[in-house]
C-alpha cells in the first residue's frame, strides 16, 4: 500500500518549483564553499536528512488527505446523497431522544 500510495503522489502531487531548487542549491554551495572537507560531509548529511523528512511529511499528508477523500466517498456514497440539513436534524433528534432518557 505504501508504495501505491507513493506513486499516487508522484502522479498527483505538485511538483516542486524548479527556480526554488535551483536558489537553494546556490545557498546550499555558498555555504560549502566556508566549510572544510568535514564540515561539507556533515552540510551534506543534514542537507540529505531534511529533504527525506519533507518527502515523508508530504508523502503522510497525502496519504492522510487521501483516506480522507475515501472516507468522504463511502459516507456520501451510503445512499447516493447527503443533505446538511438532514444530518443536523438527525443530531438534534438523537440529542433530544437520548436528553429525554437520560430525564425520564
Known sequence: MYDYMRALEDRFAPK???????????KRQEVAALLDKQG????????????????????????????LA?????EL???GSYSYEREQEEINRLKNCGGGEAHG
Do not use: W, Y
Open 16 to 26: 516542486p518549483n524548479q527556480k526554488q531548487r535551483q536558489e537553494l542549491e546556490s
Open 40 to 67: 561539507r560531509k556533515k552540510l551534506l548529511r543534514l542537507v540529505d536528512a531534511h529533504t527525506m523528512a519533507q518527502e515523508e511529511a508530504a508523502l503522510n499528508g497525502f496519504i492522510a488527505g487521501f483516506r
Open 70 to 74: 475515501c472516507g468522504l466517498a463511502i
Open 77 to 79: 456514497g451510503a445512499d
